[in-house]
């Protein structure tokens, strides 16, 4: 069993930063992939980001490339998300999500992750 952790959600302002954490705890943090997803409201579910079990590869989907940036440190039981340049329709409720077949499925698929995060909620205002 793991358990994720979400914070650094928050209000921000079109054309700022946020940085998003995940803690894990449980089982060895560093044989998981770990993604981040978000939900708007409405929406379905989507994935954002994904980085590999090692952190030697990463996965972006097309609205967030060039702006967001997963990275992950092994020694902390953290993965992190950056988000630069926000737009409001970036506004979503966020999770983190812990695969334990790293590379069984790809990195955007929610299939991929047996364990989600409660989420932190992320509102960008224009």
């Known amino acids: 069993q793991v358990q994720l952790v979400e914070s650094g959600g928050g209000l921000v302002q079109a054309g700022g930063s946020l940085r998003l954490s995940c803690q894990a705890s449980?089982?060895?943090?560093?044989?998981?992939?770990m993604g981040w997803f978000r939900q708007a409201p409405g929406k379905e579910r989507e994935s954002v980001a994904g980085?590999?079990?090692?952190?030697?590869?990463?996965y972006y989907a097309n609205s967030v490339k060039g702006r967001f940036t997963i990275s992950r440190d092994n020694a902390k039981n953290t993965v992190y998300l950056e988000m630069n340049s926000l737009k409001p329709e970036d506004t979503a409720v966020y999770y983190c999500?812990?695969?334990?077949?790293?590379?069984?499925?790809?990195?955007?698929?929610?299939?991929?992750?047996?364990?989600w995060g409660q989420g932190t909620q992320v509102t960008v205002s224009s």
């Open positions: 999500a812990a695969g334990s077949r790293p590379g069984a499925l790809p990195m955007g698929s929610k299939y991929l992750y047996d364990y």
């Open positions: 449980g089982r060895t943090f560093s044989n998981y992939a």
């Open positions: 980085i590999s079990s090692s952190g030697g590869r990463t």
